[in-house]
């Protein structure tokens, strides 16, 4: 057993939504999320450096005590995780698009991948699509923006620029029957309720968080280093950017994933498995977080 943290890391907030995901997972555990506010996004950064981007995050956990990182990131963990692994003694989980779960539940035979571009290019969505969807017959569309991770960012995921973004990049996807969605940025989940305002139905929304979390524990356990508490974990907060202006974005995205500042919320995350965060307007309390530098 091992009561050090766990570290999380994502290029900016959108990590939040598989926090979530791993608070509800391991209860017991303290967490220390990582956002390099500074430098998002990755997506369009070249392939070096997002590595080196990476690599510097998760030597900034690794320094600071943790027994394992979850990397929150889809473009980070498509370029990543190979050099991650062979630099650090500890367990490194990354994320891969959740396109088997889409291929298995899809009737039309259509699946749609939101992502960046950086997760675009790199082999983690490639290898999934080849090893699930090409055998079952499954035609795989990709969507693609540039613009939704600093919107999310910025406080903006239920915006009507958002909203535009969305009808621009997703009217395809639905025109040639896509009825599933695989949300392929953890910045993704915080867009749902503009998703489903504009395209209702039409699709069904999946993400890797919650694979992930249950992954991680298995991890955490078969290394004998989950936490011996079975409740009462902490989140901790740092990032590499301005404090002051992340923390009131990082709580309204905190209570949209179902969890206050200081811990889980009560009634857990929004109808579907998702929200906009906009539901309940009374401001959220502000997390403490540090500004570092790595």
């Known amino acids: 057993m091992s009561d050090a943290p ?35 996004p990755y997506g369009a950064r070249p392939d070096h450096e997002i590595r080196d981007l990476t690599d510097r995050a998760v030597s900034a956990l690794h320094a600071r005590g943790v027994k394992g990182v979850v990397v929150a990131c889809n473009t980070a963990s498509a370029f990543s995780l190979g050099h991650l692994r062979s630099r650090f003694d500890l367990p490194i989980i990354g994320l891969v698009p959740a396109v088997k779960p889409a291929v298995l539940s ?16 790199g082999t983690l969505l490639a290898d999934v699509i080849r090893e699930f969807a090409d055998p079952a017959g499954v035609q795989v569309l990709k969507a693609v ?4 991770v600093p919107l999310v ?29 695989v949300l392929g940025c953890t910045h993704y989940p915080f867009l749902a309720g503009s998703i489903r305002a504009e395209f209702g139905d039409t699709f069904t929304l999946l993400d890797s968080g919650p694979a992930v979390a249950r992954h991680t524990r298995r991890v955490l356990a078969g290394c004998g280093a989950l936490s011996g508490r079975e409740s009462g974990g902490q989140e901790r907060f740092v990032v590499t950017g301005d404090a002051a202006r992340a923390a009131p974005v990082m709580a309204a995205l905190l209570a949209a994933g179902g969890m206050a500042a200081g811990g889980m919320a009560a009634g857990g995350i929004g109808a ?16 403490r977080i540090e500004s570092i530098q790595t």
């Open 6 to 40: 766990l570290g999380v890391f994502d290029s900016g907030v959108g990590g939040l939504s598989i926090l979530a995901d791993l608070r509800r997972a391991l209860p017991g555990e303290d967490l220390l999320y990582l956002a390099d506010t500074a430098h998002v």
């Open 106 to 121: 899809t009737r039309s035979g259509v699946v749609g991948v939101l992502a960046t571009p950086g997760t675009l290019r």
């Open 145 to 148: 923006s540039t613009e939704l």
């Open 153 to 181: 960012e910025a406080g903006q995921a239920d915006s009507a620029r958002a909203r535009e973004v969305l009808r621009e990049v997703l009217t395809p996807l639905a025109e040639a029957g896509a009825d599933e969605l």
């Open 272 to 287: 579907g498995g998702y929200t906009d965060g906009q539901s309940n307007r009374a401001a959220p309390p502000l997390p």
